[in-house]
Every structure is written in structure tokens, then in C-alpha cells.
């Protein structure tokens, strides 16, 4: 099987789509309609600041998905990076709270949607290619 064969290259572009609209999307909401963020997602008021970092990174990661529709092998890091945070957010903040008891019903949702990313990225991410050592 040759290496291109091994390589999803519709998933990738399905997980590229997907964090366009997931991340950019929630990412434009944080930064310009906070307000409307917060209620639709039943989140708590934000500081500004913290936001605007997170709004921040989230579009980033919009813009690079865009440019990974074009080039999908090119752009796998962005979306390792994205499986990392997410799987380390479970393992960090969600295990440790579902087990103290302290699971607020919004923290539902966004580890639902943290979770089809997670499944998504496992699935499409070419791991043999991404840990390749170049010639």
C-alpha cells in the first residue's frame, strides 16, 4: 500500500471544515458578540481579557484549517494541536471535576463538541506521516 493510500484525506478535510465553523465560528462569537456566546453556551461572564486571548486562538485555528483545505498533509500539526489541548483539557479539568462532583450543565456541551474533535482528529490525523523521520 502506498504511503498516499494510508493517508484520509476526506477526513482531514472533514476535520478541517469542522474546526472552520466549531473554532472560528465560537472564536468570531467570543470576539464580537461575547455576550451572545455566553448565553447560547449558558457560560458564565468571561473577563475580557482572557477571552480575547481564547476568541484569539480560536480563530487562528479557523484560518489555518482554511489553508489546510489546500494543503491537508501540510497542515496536520494544527490539527495534533488541537487533539492535544482538548485530550489534556479532559484529562486535566473535566476527569477531576465529574469526579468532585463539580460539573456545571454548560461544561456538558462544550466537552460533547471537545469530543467530536477528539474522535475526529484520532480518525483522520495520519500519525505515520505526522512522526516520520524526513529523509
Known amino acids: 500500500m502506498s504511503d498516499e493510500r494510508k493517508v484520509r484525506f476526506g477526513w482531514l478535510r472533514v476535520m478541517y ?5 466549531g473554532a472560528g465560528g465560537f472564536g468570531l462569537m467570543a470576539l464580537f458578540a461575547p455576550g451572545l456566546m455566553e448565553s447560547a453556551m ?6 475580557p481579557f482572557l ?4 476568541g484569539s486562538v480560536y480563530v487562528a485555528f479557523g ?5 489546510g483545505l489546500r494543503s491537508p498533509l501540510k497542515f ?5 494541536l488541537q487533539l492535544c489541548y ?3 483539557w479532559f484529562i486535566v479539568v473535566l476527569v477531576p471535576r465529574l469526579l468532585g462532583g463539580q460539573f ?6 462544550l466537552a460533547l ?3 467530536t474533535y477528539v474522535i475526529g482528529d484520532l480518525i483522520a490525523i495520519p500519525f505515520g506521516r505526522l512522526f516520520a523521520r524526513e529523509a
Open 42 to 47: 449558558a457560560f458564565p461572564a468571561q473577563d
Open 63 to 67: 484560518i489555518l484549517s482554511i489553508l
Open 76 to 80: 496536520v500539526p494544527v490539527l495534533f
Open 104 to 109: 456545571p450543565p454548560h461544561a456538558m456541551v
Open 17 to 21: 471544515v469542522w474546526t472552520i465553523l
Open 86 to 88: 482538548k485530550a489534556i
Open 113 to 115: 463538541v471537545f469530543a
Open 51 to 54: 477571552r480575547g486571548v481564547l
